[in-house]
Protein backbone atom coordinates (compact mmCIF):
# COMPACT_ATOMS: atom_id res chain seq x y z
CA UNK A 1 0.00 0.00 0.00
CA UNK A 2 3.22 2.26 0.71
CA UNK A 3 4.31 2.00 -2.82
CA UNK A 4 0.47 2.66 -3.97
CA UNK A 5 0.11 6.32 -2.41
CA UNK A 6 4.28 6.99 -3.26
CA UNK A 7 3.33 6.04 -7.26
CA UNK A 8 0.45 7.53 -6.96
CA UNK A 9 1.48 11.13 -5.44
CA UNK A 10 4.60 10.98 -7.96
CA UNK A 11 2.08 10.63 -10.78
CA UNK A 12 -0.28 13.17 -9.84
CA UNK A 13 3.16 15.28 -8.84
CA UNK A 14 4.22 15.03 -12.22
CA UNK A 15 0.83 15.67 -14.58
CA UNK A 16 0.18 18.91 -12.59
CA UNK A 17 4.01 19.82 -13.57
CA UNK A 18 3.31 18.71 -17.22
CA UNK A 19 -0.06 20.53 -17.57
CA UNK A 20 0.17 24.33 -17.60
CA UNK A 21 -3.53 26.13 -17.46
CA UNK A 22 -3.70 29.82 -16.56
CA UNK A 23 -6.29 31.97 -15.44
CA UNK A 24 -5.43 35.63 -16.26
CA UNK A 25 -1.52 35.75 -15.22
CA UNK A 26 -1.72 32.73 -12.22
CA UNK A 27 -1.32 29.31 -13.10
CA UNK A 28 -3.83 26.70 -11.90
CA UNK A 29 -1.97 23.45 -11.46
CA UNK A 30 0.89 25.35 -9.75
CA UNK A 31 4.17 23.43 -10.46
CA UNK A 32 5.35 23.64 -6.86
CA UNK A 33 2.57 21.89 -5.86
CA UNK A 34 3.62 19.12 -8.31
CA UNK A 35 6.76 19.04 -6.91
CA UNK A 36 5.71 18.86 -3.51
CA UNK A 37 3.52 15.91 -4.22
CA UNK A 38 6.78 14.48 -5.92
CA UNK A 39 8.40 14.83 -3.11
CA UNK A 40 5.68 13.88 -0.78
CA UNK A 41 5.74 10.53 -2.88
CA UNK A 42 9.59 10.16 -2.53
CA UNK A 43 9.53 10.87 0.99
CA UNK A 44 7.39 7.82 2.27
CA UNK A 45 9.58 5.21 0.74
CA UNK A 46 12.87 6.59 1.23
CA UNK A 47 13.53 4.42 4.30
CA UNK A 48 13.21 1.67 2.08
CA UNK A 49 15.49 3.25 -1.17
CA UNK A 50 17.87 5.35 0.15
CA UNK A 51 18.55 5.95 -3.51
CA UNK A 52 15.35 8.52 -3.60
CA UNK A 53 17.34 10.88 -1.36
CA UNK A 54 18.69 12.66 -4.36
CA UNK A 55 15.30 12.62 -6.14
CA UNK A 56 13.70 14.31 -2.84
CA UNK A 57 15.91 17.00 -2.53
CA UNK A 58 15.41 18.20 -6.28
CA UNK A 59 12.02 17.93 -6.08
CA UNK A 60 12.04 20.31 -3.00
CA UNK A 61 14.70 22.59 -4.47
CA UNK A 62 12.29 22.64 -8.27
CA UNK A 63 9.37 22.66 -6.13
CA UNK A 64 11.05 26.09 -4.71
CA UNK A 65 12.74 27.50 -7.48
CA UNK A 66 9.37 27.31 -9.53
CA UNK A 67 7.41 29.76 -7.32
CA UNK A 68 7.57 32.29 -10.11
CA UNK A 69 6.47 30.15 -12.70
CA UNK A 70 2.85 30.58 -10.97
CA UNK A 71 3.17 34.00 -12.27
CA UNK A 72 4.85 33.92 -15.66
CA UNK A 73 2.83 32.53 -18.38
CA UNK A 74 4.61 31.37 -21.05
CA UNK A 75 4.02 33.03 -24.15
CA UNK A 76 3.80 31.62 -27.80
CA UNK A 77 6.33 33.78 -30.11
CA UNK A 78 8.55 32.79 -32.35
CA UNK A 79 12.06 31.15 -31.14
CA UNK A 80 14.14 34.17 -31.26
CA UNK A 81 12.34 36.36 -28.39
CA UNK A 82 11.62 33.52 -26.14
CA UNK A 83 15.16 32.58 -26.49
CA UNK A 84 16.41 35.88 -25.49
CA UNK A 85 14.73 36.56 -22.37
CA UNK A 86 15.09 35.95 -18.80
CA UNK A 87 11.76 33.62 -19.19
CA UNK A 88 13.00 31.69 -21.82
CA UNK A 89 16.59 31.29 -19.95
CA UNK A 90 13.97 30.45 -16.26
CA UNK A 91 12.42 27.93 -18.29
CA UNK A 92 15.43 26.17 -19.64
CA UNK A 93 16.92 25.88 -16.79
CA UNK A 94 13.84 24.57 -14.80
CA UNK A 95 13.70 22.42 -17.73
CA UNK A 96 17.14 20.84 -17.42
CA UNK A 97 16.76 20.22 -13.51
CA UNK A 98 13.18 18.43 -14.43
CA UNK A 99 14.98 16.27 -16.52
CA UNK A 100 17.91 15.58 -13.89
CA UNK A 101 14.51 15.07 -11.18
CA UNK A 102 13.79 12.20 -13.96
CA UNK A 103 16.84 10.77 -14.06
CA UNK A 104 17.03 10.11 -10.23
CA UNK A 105 12.95 9.05 -10.68
CA UNK A 106 14.20 6.33 -13.15
CA UNK A 107 16.73 5.19 -10.82
CA UNK A 108 14.42 4.74 -7.71
CA UNK A 109 12.20 2.81 -9.65
CA UNK A 110 15.17 0.89 -11.07
CA UNK A 111 15.79 -0.01 -7.64
CA UNK A 112 12.43 -0.97 -6.93
CA UNK A 113 12.71 -3.60 -9.31
CA UNK A 114 15.68 -4.47 -8.29
CA UNK A 115 14.69 -5.00 -5.06
CA UNK A 116 11.88 -6.94 -5.99
CA UNK A 117 14.14 -9.26 -8.34
CA UNK A 118 12.42 -7.83 -11.44
CA UNK A 119 15.26 -8.15 -13.75
CA UNK A 120 13.29 -8.15 -17.32
CA UNK A 121 11.36 -4.64 -15.71
CA UNK A 122 14.91 -3.25 -14.48
CA UNK A 123 15.97 -3.40 -18.27
CA UNK A 124 12.87 -1.97 -19.98
CA UNK A 125 13.27 0.71 -17.38
CA UNK A 126 16.56 1.56 -18.04
CA UNK A 127 16.35 1.31 -21.80
CA UNK A 128 13.71 3.82 -21.93
CA UNK A 129 15.80 6.18 -19.31
CA UNK A 130 17.90 6.25 -21.91
CA UNK A 131 15.47 6.60 -24.88
CA UNK A 132 13.45 10.05 -22.06
CA UNK A 133 17.51 11.43 -21.09
CA UNK A 134 18.46 11.54 -24.47
CA UNK A 135 15.61 12.65 -26.45
CA UNK A 136 14.77 15.30 -24.27
CA UNK A 137 18.63 16.75 -24.56
CA UNK A 138 18.09 16.43 -27.92
CA UNK A 139 15.05 18.46 -27.94
CA UNK A 140 16.48 21.12 -25.55
CA UNK A 141 19.76 21.08 -27.58
CA UNK A 142 17.94 21.85 -30.81
CA UNK A 143 15.41 23.96 -29.26
CA UNK A 144 18.67 26.83 -29.16
CA UNK A 145 18.61 26.07 -33.45
CA UNK A 146 15.66 27.76 -33.16
CA UNK A 147 17.42 31.32 -33.54
CA UNK A 148 17.70 30.42 -37.28
CA UNK A 149 14.49 28.79 -38.34
CA UNK A 150 11.73 30.27 -39.67
CA UNK A 151 8.68 29.99 -41.05
CA UNK A 152 7.41 26.09 -42.31
CA UNK A 153 10.71 24.99 -40.49
CA UNK A 154 10.31 26.49 -37.43
CA UNK A 155 6.55 25.26 -37.34
CA UNK A 156 7.37 21.86 -37.99
CA UNK A 157 10.44 21.15 -35.41
CA UNK A 158 8.02 22.81 -33.28
CA UNK A 159 5.00 20.46 -33.69
CA UNK A 160 7.43 17.41 -33.81
CA UNK A 161 9.27 18.17 -30.37
CA UNK A 162 5.89 18.94 -28.74
CA UNK A 163 4.61 15.70 -30.05
CA UNK A 164 7.89 13.73 -28.97
CA UNK A 165 7.99 15.11 -25.39
CA UNK A 166 4.37 14.70 -25.04
CA UNK A 167 4.34 11.08 -25.69
CA UNK A 168 7.82 11.04 -23.78
CA UNK A 169 5.89 12.24 -20.94
CA UNK A 170 2.89 10.45 -20.91
CA UNK A 171 5.18 7.39 -21.36
CA UNK A 172 6.69 8.32 -18.36
CA UNK A 173 3.83 8.76 -16.24
CA UNK A 174 2.37 5.53 -17.14
CA UNK A 175 5.66 4.04 -16.29
CA UNK A 176 5.34 5.63 -12.49
CA UNK A 177 2.02 4.63 -12.45
CA UNK A 178 3.07 0.64 -13.50
CA UNK A 179 5.14 0.74 -10.53
CA UNK A 180 2.09 1.51 -7.74
CA UNK A 181 1.59 -1.98 -7.77
CA UNK A 182 4.94 -3.33 -6.45
CA UNK A 183 4.36 -3.18 -2.86
CA UNK A 184 7.01 -4.29 -0.58
CA UNK A 185 4.78 -6.65 1.40
CA UNK A 186 4.50 -8.66 -1.46
CA UNK A 187 8.50 -8.84 -2.88
CA UNK A 188 9.91 -11.32 -4.98
CA UNK A 189 11.93 -14.29 -2.70
Known sequence: MMMH???MRMFWGF???LIEIHFLVIDILPDPLGYALIAA???SIIEDFPIGKKAYNIAVFLGVISIPGVFIQQ???NGIVQS????????LVLSLI???LVFYIFQLLMEIARKRGEEELINRTSVFLRIYIVTMLVIQI???FTLNMHGALLQGYIIVAVIISLVLQITFLAWIFRFRKYDLSDEAA
Open 5 to 7: KAC
Open 15 to 17: LIT
Open 41 to 43: GIS
Open 75 to 77: IGG
Open 84 to 91: LTATGVYS
Open 98 to 100: NLV
Open 142 to 144: LQS
